[in-house]
């Protein structure tokens, strides 16, 4: 009898080991933008400077003045306040130089080839444990 009741211990203690396992839950899949069309007439970074050429004595800047424009994509936790500085939790993403201060993308397939102009895609893995009591 005296192992009998050993062996229905060491069974209730498996039993409530395996019930309180943790698993991982993973999610996979693809963050994407489509940039269609942007437009900065007076080649203004954003923190107010001409993006090639100074001004002169605090006018617009100068016609000829075209940005290198290009979008970076910066996936993180949810934020009340974006910062634009810190880690890029989820992964990160840009598109090459589109275009001067406005531009236009087009994004169509020409003989089955599809152009990406201004598209980012992000692909993101994310896990994280779940204890999940089995009954």
């Known amino acids: 009898k005296f192992h009998c009741v050993h062996l229905r211990s060491?069974?209730?203690i498996s039993n409530l080991s395996h019930s309180l396992s943790q698993q991982v839950v993973r999610a996979v899949g693809f963050f994407e933008v489509q940039i269609r069309q942007f437009q900065n007439p007076h080649g203004i970074l954003h923190n107010g400077?001409?993006?090639?050429?100074?001004?002169?004595?605090?006018q617009r800047c100068p016609l000829s003045n075209q940005c290198d424009t290009f979008f970076r994509a910066c996936l993180k936790e949810y934020q009340a306040?974006?910062?634009p500085t810190g880690?890029?939790?989820f992964g990160t993403?840009?598109?090459v130089v589109l275009?001067?201060?406005?531009?236009s993308v087009h994004h169509h397939v020409h003989d089955g080839v599809e152009n990406s102009n201004g598209?980012?895609?992000i692909p993101f893995v994310y896990a994280w444990p779940v204890s999940t009591p089995h009954v």
């Open 81 to 83: 306040r974006v910062a």
């Open 99 to 103: 275009g001067g201060n406005s531009h």
């Open 10 to 12: 060491a069974l209730n």
């Open 87 to 89: 880690t890029c939790t």
């Open 49 to 58: 400077k001409c993006c090639d050429l100074p001004s002169n004595r605090g």
């Open 119 to 121: 598209h980012i895609v």
């Open 93 to 95: 993403g840009s598109t």
